[in-house]
């Protein structure tokens, strides 16, 4: 199973951008928890959002909470996560991740499948 996450790019600060997350096995997607996550260098991989196998929860870390906003497209086997005001602390390597279970899920060991990444890089 592969997870393709897309989307990443050089930004100014307050800018926006939207990742996309799909998968190879279109199961996965549609029955699973997604989640978002990131890393910047030198520092351990953090939560950012998840979302339950439907859409009907969310959640998001305090740090982007109200500017950040995961949904997903069942129909369309995609995870995004659109990204607003984003600011230059927000960069790191994006992560895409489905759950072990259909749950939203906010710890990385509820995760089960990896994507390899997008840089997001935003300038001051």
């Known amino acids: 199973v592969q997870l393709q996450a897309s989307g990443g790019g050089l930004v100014q600060a307050g800018s926006s951008l939207r990742l996309s997350c799909a998968a190879s096995r279109r199961a996965l997607i549609s029955n699973n928890g997604m989640g978002w996550f990131r890393q910047a260098p030198g520092r351990e991989r953090e939560f950012v959002a998840a979302?339950?196998?439907?859409?009907?929860?969310?959640d998001y870390s305090d740090s982007v909470k109200g500017r950040f906003t995961i949904s997903r497209d069942r129909a369309k086997n995609t995870v995004y996560l659109q990204m607003n005001s984003l600011k230059p602390e927000d960069t790191a390597v994006y992560y895409c991740?489905?759950?072990?279970?259909?749950?939203?899920?906010?710890?990385?060991?509820?995760?089960?499948?990896w994507g390899q990444g997008t840089q997001v890089t935003v300038s001051s």
């Open positions: 991740a489905a759950a072990r279970s259909s749950y939203l899920v906010t710890t990385k060991p509820g995760y089960q499948y």
């Open positions: 979302i339950n196998w439907n859409g009907g929860s969310t």
